[in-house]
């Protein structure tokens, strides 16, 4: 398969069996045009219909180049992985531990419901029940020594040292078992103290922070329990750590709206603030609240992403380096074919667990009907479910076995596809336009960045 498409205002094909990435001239790219509307054409009815535009020569050297590329498997490579085994052992490795459903901010989209999960009581996790999770975690990760927990919440600083004891015991744990723990958490910063940074600063893997960009879009959405902003309550918390940790392993994850679809701004905004690791999603949510992006906002989300794409590079190339989460992608390598697959391992190699206990597929799915796979507390755990979530992957999803995008996407997020559609197989749309989109742009950045963007004479080349 070969996706052709355009952006940044550059000519571009991916092919995606083998994963090159040709940045293209308009010669190049119109001969690709011609091949796909008919693979089977010969190389001199192409020349033929190309020379009415082009003079003959160069289309024949196109042409011919085209055919040679296709000859040496970076164009038009067989992309069917249908005989792979995508099954494993059943190894869980990572896990995301509620250390409080509650929350000390009032977001508007909060799909956590403010911290409750839609369980109507807020309460926070107690050391036993986040040692018996951790417990769980050793004895369900095989001979797997990397393991993951991210302190989850609500706001998970509201728990803090419910974290510093848990952190602790994992430490412990390591010697033990030959296992290496990697934390994390994702804070909205509102409770942080020197002591608290320092401890981030020296336990924590990666540390995200939810900012949503320029004060007035992130106080209208992420307001405090008595309704006022709380942009002046982190940000310059969020600064102090930031600086701390030397622009090293965190995210500023923020999320933008329909009352924002100039986001790019908020990104911007971020960076000047001197914030180099960012990351703006889009709000996810029913179609029914007035902030939630439709169809119809599409092309104007489309549009502002070629904006800061096209800003991402000028300012870059600058000095004003950033790093912008959804423009950045691996196609030197990347992560293997399983991980493209099978994408993020939710239900599978990664779980949630609630302050009570209660094992999930993910944050996500936690408090849904239905979605409850055990308890770290009895050892239940339900393998029929991890299963299905096993065998939710590319190669299974009919949405997903013919979309150009399935090997860097992974299928998309269960959770939303299981929100929209009652089926963690059947991905949300909305959210499959836009991370096309994203990689589109992403492709273009890499190639502009790596200097792969042909001059006029030239012909397709592979990345």
């Given amino acids: 398969m070969i996706h052709l498409f355009r952006a940044l205002d550059m000519p571009m094909a991916l092919d995606v069996g083998s994963g090159a990435v040709h940045a293209l001239d308009q010669l190049a790219y119109d001969a690709l045009a011609l091949f796909l509307e008919d693979e089977n054409?010969?190389?001199?009815?192409?020349?033929?219909?190309?020379?009415?535009?082009?003079?003959?020569?160069?289309?024949?050297?196109?042409?011919?180049?085209?055919?040679?590329?296709?000859?040496?498997?970076?164009?038009?490579?067989?992309?069917?992985?249908?005989?792979?085994?995508?099954?494993?052992?059943?190894?869980?490795?990572?896990?995301?531990?509620?250390?409080?459903?509650?929350?000390?901010?009032?977001?508007?989209?909060?799909?956590?419901?403010?911290?409750?999960?839609?369980?109507?009581?807020?309460?926070?996790?107690?050391?036993?029940?986040?040692?018996?999770?951790?417990?769980?975690?050793?004895?369900?990760?095989?001979?797997?020594?990397?393991?993951?927990?991210?302190?989850?919440?609500?706001?998970?600083?509201?728990?803090?040292?419910?974290?510093?004891?848990?952190v602790a015991y994992g430490r412990a744990l390591e010697g033990k078992h030959n296992k290496r723990f990697k934390f994390t958490t994702t804070t909205n910063a509102v409770s942080m103290t020197d002591e608290i940074m320092d401890f981030l600063n020296r336990e924590m893997d990666n540390v995200v922070i939810s900012i949503d960009g320029r004060p007035e879009i992130h106080d209208r959405m992420r307001p405090t329990p008595n309704g006022k902003g709380s942009y002046a309550l982190i940000i310059d918390k969020a600064k102090r750590f930031v600086a701390k940790r030397r622009q090293k392993q965190y995210y500023l994850r923020g999320t933008f709206t329909r009352y924002n679809l100039d986001f790019g701004n908020d990104v911007l905004h971020l960076a000047d603030e001197g914030f180099e690791q960012l990351s703006i999603e889009p709000v996810v949510t029913s179609a029914d609240k007035p902030y939630a992006i439709r169809d119809e906002d599409l092309p104007t989300v489309f549009a502002e992403y070629e904006r800061l794409g096209k800003m991402y590079l000028e300012r870059r190339k600058n000095g004003k380096w950033f790093s912008f989460f959804h423009f950045v992608v691996d196609l030197t390598g990347g992560p293997c074919l399983k991980k493209r697959l099978?994408?993020?391992?939710?239900?599978?190699?990664?779980?949630?667990?609630?302050?009570?206990?209660?094992?999930?597929?993910?944050?996500?799915?936690?408090?849904?009907?239905?979605?409850r796979m055990g308890s770290v507390v009895d050892g239940s755990f339900d393998t029929a479910m991890q299963t299905?979530?096993?065998?939710?992957?590319?190669?299974?999803?009919?949405?997903?076995?013919?979309?150009?995008?399935?090997?860097?996407?992974?299928?998309?997020?269960?959770?939303?596809?299981?929100?929209?559609?009652?089926?963690?197989?059947?991905?949300?749309?909305?959210?499959?336009?836009?991370?096309?989109?994203?990689?589109?742009?992403?492709?273009?950045?890499?190639?502009?960045?790596?200097?792969?963007?042909?001059?006029?004479?030239?012909?397709?080349?592979?990345d």
């Fill in 41 to 166: 054409a010969d190389h001199a009815s192409m020349i033929e219909k190309l020379s009415t535009t082009y003079p003959q020569k160069d289309a024949t050297e196109v042409v011919t180049e085209i055919g040679e590329l296709i000859r040496m498997g970076y164009l038009n490579t067989p992309d069917d992985y249908t005989g792979i085994d995508t099954l494993d052992t059943g190894v869980v490795k990572a896990m995301c531990l509620h250390v409080a459903h509650d929350c000390n901010l009032r977001c508007q989209y909060c799909f956590a419901d403010t911290g409750e999960y839609n369980m109507r009581s807020r309460c926070m996790l107690s050391a036993d029940i986040g040692k018996r999770a951790l417990d769980w975690l050793v004895s369900k990760s095989g001979n797997r020594q990397n393991l993951e927990v991210d302190f989850f919440g609500g706001e998970p600083l509201m728990n803090f040292p419910v974290i510093q004891e848990l």
């Fill in 342 to 371: 099978t994408g993020c391992g939710a239900g599978n190699e990664y779980v949630a667990v609630t302050p009570e206990g209660d094992i999930y597929p993910c944050h996500q799915f936690v408090g849904r009907e239905g979605m």
């Fill in 388 to 462: 299905r979530f096993k065998q939710n992957h590319v190669l299974t999803k009919e949405k997903c076995r013919d979309c150009w995008a399935r090997f860097y996407c992974s299928g998309g997020c269960a959770a939303n596809a299981h929100a929209f559609n009652g089926d963690i197989s059947k991905p949300y749309e909305l959210e499959c336009q836009m991370e096309r989109k994203r990689l589109e742009c992403a492709m273009a950045i890499f190639a502009a960045e790596n200097g792969k963007v042909q001059q006029q004479e030239d012909a397709v080349k592979p």
